[in-house]
Nanobody
């Protein structure tokens, strides 16, 4: 499966962006999907994840209440809506999918098998 992330861009603090992760090659309806991000000089970190059915959602503490992950099975797409963006949200955002993700490892990058190229989000102050 190939994952294509898009929707990044330049936005002012307090702004909104919606990222999309479109899968091709096969359905990702049997995969958990997550967003990770990596800022310059920083390690890759978990942003949000969603299980196969969409019934369970995980989010990093600093994103709760601001970021929302969702999935559209018909479009084979996962979204990340980001509100109240802050300069420290500036990073390259990656989507990842994996068939073997469970609740105990959903926040770990190495639980995900498929990765897309990232999309850059820049938030100005």
């Amino acid at each position: 499966v190939q994952l294509q992330a898009s929707g990044g861009g330049f936005v002012q603090a307090g702004g909104y962006l919606r990222l999309s992760c479109v899968a091709s090659g096969r359905t990702i309806n049997r995969d958990a999907v997550a967003w990770f991000r990596q800022a310059p000089g920083m390690e890759r970190s978990f942003v949000a994840g969603i299980n196969r059915s969409g019934s369970r959602i995980y989010a990093a503490d600093s994103m709760k209440g601001r970021f929302t992950i969702s999935r559209d099975s018909a479009r084979n797409t996962v979204y990340l809506e980001m509100n109240s963006l802050r300069p420290d949200d500036t990073a390259v955002y990656y989507c990842a999918a994996g068939p073997s993700v469970i609740s105990s490892n959903a926040r770990n990058w190495d639980a995900y098998y498929y990765w897309g190229l990232g999309t850059l989000v820049t938030v100005s102050s």
